[in-house]
């Protein structure tokens, strides 16, 4: 029994359509899983989670101090508290939720990305972060700090 050539093309194409689609469904269940832990495992309440080791051994927040309860608070749609808790990962977040739709967006329409991100945009990111570790440590900035 033979297929049409129409029909096999069409099954070939459905097929790895589907298989494009496999990274970003695993990226998304992950990040659902996560999240929802965070969700449901409160961080605000001590011993659920282990302190941050750079806090615990220097007594300083590092960039991803706060984090874990800026998420906790995104998860329960509180964006001020989020904020208060860390606002760098309140951005990162928004950052990431948008490169992911694009990237999902490409791997669907099989569109593939011609290019790589700028290094001036990588070595800005990395001046972000650590502009952001110093800053929130000195007297005077604390609202950077996790509250």
Same mark, same amino acid.
């Given at each position: 029994m033979?297929?049409? @050539?129409?029909r096999?093309?069409?099954l070939?194409?459905t097929s790895s ?14 990040? @659902? ?8 495992i409160?961080p605000?309440i001590e011993?659920?989670?282990p ?5 615990a ?6 960039p991803g101090?706060?984090?874990l ?12 508290? @989020?904020? @208060? ?7 990162a977040v928004?950052?990431l939720?948008l490169?992911?739709g694009?990237w999902?967006?490409?791997?669907l329409t ?15 990111i990395?001046v972000v972060?650590?502009?952001y ?7 005077g900035w ?5 509250a």
């Amino acid at each position: 029994m033979s297929i049409g @050539a129409g029909r096999a093309r069409l099954l070939l194409e459905t097929s790895s359509g589907s298989r494009r689609m496999v990274a970003p469904v695993a990226v998304a269940a992950a990040a @659902a899983g996560v999240v929802t832990t965070i969700a449901l495992i409160d961080p605000n309440i001590e011993g659920h989670y282990p302190t941050c080791p750079w806090l615990a051994l220097t007594g300083t927040f590092c960039p991803g101090c706060g984090s874990l309860r800026a998420i906790h608070a995104l998860a329960h749609a509180e964006l001020g508290v @989020a904020m @208060a808790r860390n606002p760098l990962t309140v951005i990162a977040v928004g950052w990431l939720v948008l490169w992911f739709g694009l990237w999902t967006w490409r791997r669907l329409t099989g569109r593939v990305r011609t290019t790589m991100a700028p290094a001036w945009l990588l070595h800005g990111i990395l001046v972000v972060i650590l502009g952001y570790w110093v800053l929130r440590n000195i007297p005077g900035w604390t609202f950077l700090s996790p509250a």
